[in-house]
Nanobody, 119 residues
Framework: VQLQASGGGLVQAGGSLRLSCAASGRTFSTYVVGWFRQAPGKEREFVAVTFGGATTYTGSVKGRFTIARDNAKNTVSLQMNSLKPEDTAVYYC???????????????WGQGTLVTVSS
């Protein structure tokens, strides 16, 4: 599976962005897909994960971010609303076999897309 993340950019606090993760491969629907982010000087952290209709979010984005997948189009999106400066990070999508918040559970990673939220 090859993943391509896109949709990042510069937005003011309170604004919205929609990230997209496009995947190659006919077996995409069998993979758990997660979004992670890494802020400057910090470790990569879990944001959201989806599989089979189930979703889980980290507490700081719950109610603001929505993860959704379209298996017919081999894409997973991350709609981000009410963005805050602390959401600034490089966002990565990843695919794996386990429904997990742990980045080590994911085998395939996209290249990352930068989200910058100005105050």
């Amino acid at each position: 599976v090859q993943l391509q993340a896109s949709g990042g950019g510069l937005v003011q606090a309170g604004g919205s962005l929609r990230l997209s993760c496009a995947a190659s491969g006919r077996t995409f629907s069998t993979y758990v897909v997660g979004w992670f982010r890494q802020a400057p000087g910090k470790e990569r952290e879990f944001v959201a994960v989806t599989f089979g209709g189930a979703t889980t979010y980290t507490g700081s984005v719950k109610g603001r971010f929505t993860i959704a997948r379209d298996n017919a189009k081999n894409t997973v999106s991350l709609q981000m609303n009410s963005l805050k400066p602390e959401d600034t990070a490089v966002y990565y999508c990843a695919a794996g076999s386990s429904f997990s918040r742990n980045s080590y559970a994911y085998d395939y990673w996209g290249q990352g897309t930068l989200v910058t939220v100005s105050s």
